[in-house]
């Protein structure tokens, strides 16, 4: 069993919407990301079909 001592955080309103927003801000650029990764694994794939087609 764990002997780390729990600890109540007091946070206003105004900081759960700032997290609120960091949150939504960081998803966003996790999807961008995620998308930038996905059309990059495609064009590798396609240059890989193209050179494996031609020798």
Known sequence: MSNLKRRQIHISDDQVAQLDELADENI??????RIAIE????RARRRQRRTAATS
């Open 39 to 42: 059309q990059y694994l495609e």
């Open 28 to 33: 966003s650029r996790a999807a961008h990301v």
